[in-house]
């Protein structure tokens, strides 16, 4: 089990490489006027590159437990989105999550699930109450329903959403 140090040294890592490993896509906020971060409660702001989400812009809140690595952290999405693995409150279906274990398993690979699931969403299995696997018709308009949410429209006649995409001028590919 990793001590205190272990975890703070975890952070440290994903704090000075997770730009770098991520390719420019990932990054941690949260940071309080003196530069530093809360190593039990931080937020990791996320733009995938490709993918149905290219270039939108999404908050995951992580909360580590003094149970860390044991335990799984809790990790929420701050940010509305429209999307079968992630619920109207925030809660995240991910198998990495579900599975945690201590021995394979550190921030840093949360960090690639929540990017891979934003860039393969799984339609087939959906927590989200707004996704109906057996429905051909939601299937065939998913990438359209999230492109709408994106850019700040009404999906399924109902749904409101903000604008969240990045300036793509300030976005660099």
């Known amino acids: 089990m990793k001590s205190r140090r272990g975890v703070m040294q975890e952070l440290h890592f994903l704090l000075k490489n ?3 490993l991520t390719e420019g896509q990932c990054k941690i906020t949260d940071i309080d006027e003196s530069g530093k971060v809360n190593a039990l409660r931080f937020v990791v702001k996320i ?3 490709s993918g149905p989400y290219r270039f939108g812009k999404f908050d995951f809140l992580f909360k580590v ?19 079968p693995n992630i619920d109207e409150s ?3 279906c991910l198998s990495l999550f ?3 274990s201590p021995e394979y ?3 840093m690979h949360c960090v690639y699930g929540l990017l891979f699931l934003l860039k393969n969403p799984n339609l087939d299995d959906p927590l989200s109450p707004y996704f109906c696997p057996e429905d051909a018709n939601c299937l065939e308009s998913f990438h359209e329903n999230v492109r709408k949410s994106l850019e700040g429209g009404v999906v399924d006649g109902f749904i409101t959403f903000e ?3 990045v300036d793509k001028k300030d976005y660099k590919e």
């Open 18 to 20: 997770v730009e770098f």
């Open 47 to 49: 733009v995938p590159d």
């Open 65 to 83: 437990t003094r149970s860390y690595p044991t335990i799984c952290p809790d990790i929420r999405c701050l940010t509305h989105i429209y999307h």
């Open 90 to 92: 925030g809660e995240i």
């Open 98 to 100: 579900e599975d945690w």
């Open 105 to 107: 398993n550190c921030l």
């Open 163 to 165: 604008r969240n995409l």
